[in-house]
Structures are given as structure tokens and as C-alpha cells.
């Protein structure tokens, strides 16, 4: 049996060849418009899948990001704080030596318990550091100073402030300052109860009070820088786990933009090439339909 080849049919299968060298031609302006190899899901469902999972893991690594330098942030407010207040404790511990060796007599004590009195206080200003608008030593009390003016009372608490920097990794970035050095005044045998009884001692100058100065005086205040060393090297400590994490997230996020680039953005070599290949088809395309459906008047009247 003989298959009949009509015009009409010949001009329908000349349209839908048309039709898709179009589509195709379109494709690859999109490409090289857009300089994306994804315009839309159809196009690469597999690849849209990949590509939406990676901006997931970037969106996650941009906030771990975020909460890094904002825990560095913390870390350097809460170190420079620490710094001050070991200075501050060095400069009593000097005035503690100088008055237990009896150097200038009962004034020079007098004058070296009104420094001490002005150590405690800037002691204290250190403990109250805030960094973008939140008090560091205060436990989970962010928003209360820990220590007011005119007191000695540690207002704040042992509550840890913690960051996420890594997928179900926290890090805590605050260290109890109040709770564990300072303490609060009183008999608790803490910082600001030793600088307050080595100032009494000095201002009394009984024989009692003058070898406590030379002895439980010195012992105890070496024992509080002793404990601020240790919550300095944990800040230390901190700072390095905070660094190591900013550069493996910056790894991270170096890796996954990688990713995401090779499947969403367009290789312009190749879609330059492919363009020009599909225009050429298209243009062949329209040549040998005008050539094969040359029809005319005459055509008809036969």
C-alpha cells in the first residue's frame, strides 16, 4: 500500500520541525541571556533538586557564619575585659607588698587602702563590659549590669550564653566572671571580699592586720588571679575553637557556591556554540521548506 504524501501534511511536519528548532533556539538565547543553565525546573529537574539543597546549606552556613563572628565578637569583648581586670589586680597586689612590708608607715597604708578602694570599683566597671548592648559577665541576665553602683552584690547568675556554629555544634561564649573571681563582697572568701579586707587591714594597722597583710592577704588575692587566669585561658581556648570554626565554614562555604555554580550557571563556550549550531539549524530549517513548499496559482489550477 502506497502512503499518499498530501501538502498539507507536508507543511505540518515542516511546522512542528520549526516549532521545535524554535523551542531549542530559545533554550539556548535563555542560556546566554540569563548566564543560567537552569531557567526552569524542566530543564534539569535532577539539577534543580541539587541546586535547591545547596542554597539550603549556604543559607545554613551564612547564619553559623553570622553567630561566629558574633560569639568572636563576645570572646574579644569578654578577653579585653578579663585583661583589664588582671592589671587591676596586679597594681593591688603591689600596693598589697608594699603595705605588708611596712614601706612609709600607717600614711602610706592609708593611701595605698584609697587606691585599692578606687581598684575595686574599676574591677567592678570591667565585670559590667557589654558587647552590642548585652552585659558578657552576667549569665543568662544579659540585660542587668551584674554589678550596681555603690554595691558589691553579684547580680547576675551561672547561666551559659551559647552559639550554633555547626550543625548541632554549640560553643558557649560566656565565662562566669561574678560567680566564680569576683564574688560578692561579704565572707565568700572571693576577689572583691579579699581587696575589701586588705583595704580594712591597711587603714587599721593593728600588729594582727599587718602580718595578715604579708600573709592570708597575699595568699588569698594570689589565689583570685590565680581563678582569673583560668577563666582567661578558657576565653583563650574559646577564641581558637571560634577561629578554626570561621575557617571551615568559610571552606564550606567555598565548596558549596562551587557546586552551585557548575550546576546552575550556564558554560558560556558551550552555549555560545550551541546557539550558533541551532540557529544554523533553524535557518537551514526555513531554506529547504520554502524550497520543497514552493507552491503557486498554478500549482492549484492543474
Do not use: C
Amino acid at each position: 500500500m502506497t502512503t499518499r504524501i498530501t501538502g498539507a501534511m507536508s507543511q505540518r511536519h515542516l511546522l512542528t520541525n520549526l516549532a521545535g528548532n524554535t523551542r531549542r533556539l530559545n533554550d539556548a538565547f535563555d542560556q546566554l541571556s540569563s548566564g543560567k543553565a537552569i531557567n526552569r525546573p524542566s530543564d534539569d529537574p535532577y539539577g534543580v533538586t541539587r541546586a535547591i539543597g545547596l542554597r539550603s546549606e549556604l543559607s545554613q552556613v551564612a547564619q553559623q557564619q553570622r553567630n561566629v563572628e558574633n560569639a568572636q565578637g563576645w570572646n574579644t569583648a569578654s578577653d579585653s575585659a578579663l585583661s583589664s581586670v588582671s592589671d587591676l589586680l596586679r597594681r593591688a597586689r603591689t600596693l598589697l607588698i608594699g603595705a605588708g612590708n611596712d614601706v612609709g608607715g600607717q600614711q602610706s597604708r592609708d593611701a595605698a587602702a584609697a587606691e585599692l578602694d578606687q581598684l575595686i570599683e574599676s574591677v567592678k566597671s570591667a565585670a559590667n563590659t557589654t558587647y552590642a548592648g548585652t552585659h558578657v559577665f552576667a549569665g543568662s541576665n544579659t540585660g542587668t549590669p551584674p554589678y550596681a553602683t555603690g554595691s558589691d552584690a553579684y547580680t547576675g547568675d551561672a547561666g551559659g550564653i551559647v552559639r550554633t556554629i555547626g550543625p548541632g555544634v554549640d560553643v558557649q561564649v560566656n565565662v562566669d566572671l561574678g560567680g566564680q573571681v569576683l564574688g560578692s563582697g561579704g565572707a565568700d572568701g572571693k576577689v572583691l571580699a579579699t581587696l575589701r579586707d586588705i583595704a580594712a587591714h591597711m587603714r587599721s594597722g593593728t600588729t594582727a592586720d599587718r602580718e595578715a597583710l604579708r600573709s592570708t592577704d597575699i595568699q588569698a588575692l594570689d589565689a583570685g588571679i590565680d581563678a582569673l587566669g583560668a577563666l582567661r585561658a578558657q576565653v583563650g581556648a574559646t577564641g581558637n575553637r571560634l577561629e578554626g570554626a570561621s575557617e571551615r565554614l568559610a571552606q564550606v562555604e567555598e565548596n558549596a557556591t562551587k557546586q552551585r555554580s557548575l550546576i546552575e550557571d550556564a558554560d558560556y563556550a558551550s552555549a555560545i556554540m550551541q546557539y550558533s549550531t541551532e540557529q544554523s539549524v533553524y535557518q537551514a530549517a526555513l531554506k529547504s521548506g520554502a524550497q520543497i513548499l514552493q507552491t503557486s496559482l498554478v500549482d492549484f489550477l492543474r
